[in-house]
């Protein structure tokens, strides 16, 4: 099961939205599993992923420590650390996970991966036909696949489709429909650009998987009208 399952929108805009995750279980292959998650990520950097991160100590995207007033003004904010220092910093497995928006990119990435095997579980959270297409690519054969049933019950009371995609970016609910709403009013008003805009929200997703290309578009298309 994983927490990036339930990811709303149209599948064109979840088209380009590729999250494939490391883990281990707890007393069944967690030895040395620091340095195997630590390795995957690695092995990521090489193609680019547009986010990644460990819960246990955050994403690429996180909240600048000890920002000061001439620091904010007159240095500027530090919005993003590196992929390197993200990986040194892991104190612990967690789930590590690597965030695409480009297909091919993905395929190249998983080839790595099965060439590592590392011994941990591997998950790729996309369109179920786009990882079905992948596996056949790299020669692989998926071990399970999981669907989300969408919403059921009063759908009337959910927030609009624009914040939905844009707030089940974060599976674990830490960017609200309403902080992703104030955003995309924000945007629409001019009060601030969607790539601040996606910026912010990034940081509270401390998993890493918050598709900050897919938020872009969501918001740019938001501000255009569309």
């Known amino acids: 099961m994983t927490n990036t399952l339930h990811r709303f929108g149209k599948p064109e805009t979840l088209s380009e939205d590729y999250i494939v ?5 707890k007393g069944f292959n967690d030895e040395g599993a620091l340095e195997k998650a630590q390795s995957f990520l690695r092995a990521a950097i090489k193609y680019n992923p547009i986010n990644m ?8 995207y996180r909240p600048e420590k000890n920002l000061s007033f001439l ?4 240095v500027g904010r530090q919005d993003k650390t590196t992929y390197e220092k993200l990986i040194d910093e892991m104190p612990g497995p967690g789930s590590a996970a690597a965030v695409f928006d ?4 993905v395929v190249l990435f998983i ?3 099965k060439k590592l095997d590392l011994g941990l579980s591997i998950n790729v959270s996309a369109l179920a036909d786009n990882v079905r297409d992948i596996c ?3 020669d692989i054969t998926p071990h399970a696949i999981e669907y989300t049933l969408g919403f059921h019950g009063d ?3 959910l927030p609009d489709r624009e914040t939905l995609s844009i707030s089940t970016m974060c599976g ?4 609200s429909p309403n902080f992703a709403k104030k955003m995309v009013t924000h945007v629409k008003e001019g009060r601030i650009d969607p790539e601040d805009a996606t910026r912010t929200m990034a940081k509270f997703c401390v998993c890493g998987v918050f598709n900050t290309t897919r938020a872009m578009g969501i918001l740019k298309n938001a501000k255009k009208g569309l």
Not at 102 to 105: A, C, E, F, L, Q
């Open 53 to 60: 991160g460990n819960a246990l100590v955050n994403s690429l």
């Open 155 to 157: 759908t009337t009371r």
């Open 71 to 74: 620091k904010l003004y007159f």
């Open 102 to 105: 480009n297909r091919n990119d």
């Open 136 to 138: 056949g690519e790299v």
């Open 21 to 25: 995750f490391a883990m281990a279980g």
């Open 172 to 175: 674990h609910g830490m960017v």
């Open 111 to 113: 080839q790595d991966v």
